[in-house]
């Protein structure tokens, strides 16, 4: 079992910034893999990013690509979404999850209850 709890959502003007963190616990971190979905209103949900069990390798969506950062903190079970260049259309829920293989979306298996971000024009 892993629990897994998200904060650093809010309301951020286009183009600004925000840190997402999930901090993790339950199962020994490094031993999983890492990942940020999202779901806005009426659309699927979205895989965003993901890192690899050791933060060495990293996942990203076309759509995110060269804004969104994904890392991990091993030492204090936390990973995090460091997202600029903010767009409304990345106004979300954004969820974060473990998983088995980072780059593989269907793997994984624990979330989070998610964090808003909105962002205004």
């Known amino acids: 079992q892993v629990q897994l709890v998200e904060s650093g959502g809010g309301l951020v003007q286009a183009g600004g910034s925000l840190r997402l963190s999930c901090a993790a616990s339950?199962?020994?971190?490094?031993?999983?893999?890492m990942g940020w979905f999202r779901q806005a209103p009426g659309k699927e949900r979205e895989y965003v990013a993901g890192?690899?069990?050791?933060?060495?390798?990293?996942y990203y969506a076309d759509s995110v690509k060269g804004r969104f950062t994904i890392s991990r903190d091993n030492a204090k079970n936390t990973t995090y979404l460091q997202m600029s260049g903010l767009k409304p259309e990345d106004t979300a829920v954004y969820y974060c999850?473990?998983?088995?293989?980072?780059?593989?979306?269907?793997?994984?298996?624990?979330w989070g209850q998610g964090t808003q971000v909105t962002v205004s024009l």
């Open positions: 339950g199962r020994t971190f490094s031993s999983y893999s």
């Open positions: 999850a473990s998983g088995d293989v980072y780059f593989y979306s269907h793997t994984y298996s624990y």
């Open positions: 890192i690899s069990r050791s933060g060495s390798s990293t």
